[in-house]
């Protein structure tokens, strides 16, 4: 079948994406009848080397920045179902949530992980808050 690449408009970079048509894939997978497929895959190192030439990469990192409300943070694991409440109730709440999948005793190390997730606010889930809810 029908095979094809595409380029930068120059063609100084290696193939953007690559692909074709593969109509036994299927029944390679255990289909018991063929179907027509198309599919293609982007090199993602090659989009990011023609962002950063066109210097459009600052802004695609600003404008696909990861952002959520709330990280939710366990103190530990005991307190993961709690944790899961707290979640839930924020989503209900309308709210957009993380939530840290392996407790960290050092408060540090959950404010670093929020940070990168974008979040605005973090929950601790800690023994004597939750005691005292």
Same mark, same amino acid.
């Given at each position: ?43 993602? %190192?090659?989009?990011?080397? *023609? #962002?950063? !030439? ?6 695609? $990192? ?5 952002? +959520? ?14 944790? %899961?409440?707290?979640?839930? *109730? #924020?989503? !209900? ?6 939530? $840290? ?5 050092? +408060? ?22 939750? !005691?005292?809810?």
């Amino acid at each position: 079948g029908i095979v094809f690449e595409c380029f930068d408009r120059r063609g100084e970079l290696r193939a953007i994406c690559g692909g074709g048509r593969y109509d036994r894939l299927m029944s390679l997978y255990g289909s018991q009848k063929e179907v027509p497929c198309v599919g293609f895959g982007f090199g993602d %190192c090659v989009i990011v080397e *023609l #962002l950063k !030439e066109l210097k459009l990469m600052p802004k695609v $990192l600003h404008d696909t920045r990861r952002q +959520v409300d709330f990280v939710v943070a366990p103190f530990n694991s005991a307190l993961f179902g709690p944790a %899961c409440s707290v979640a839930g *109730l #924020l989503r !209900e709440g309308g709210f957009t949530v993380d939530m $840290l999948q392996e407790p960290q005793k050092k +408060v540090a190390k959950a404010f670093s992980y929020a940070d990168r997730a974008g979040a605005k606010r973090i929950v601790l889930v800690a023994p004597s808050e939750w !005691e005292n809810k």
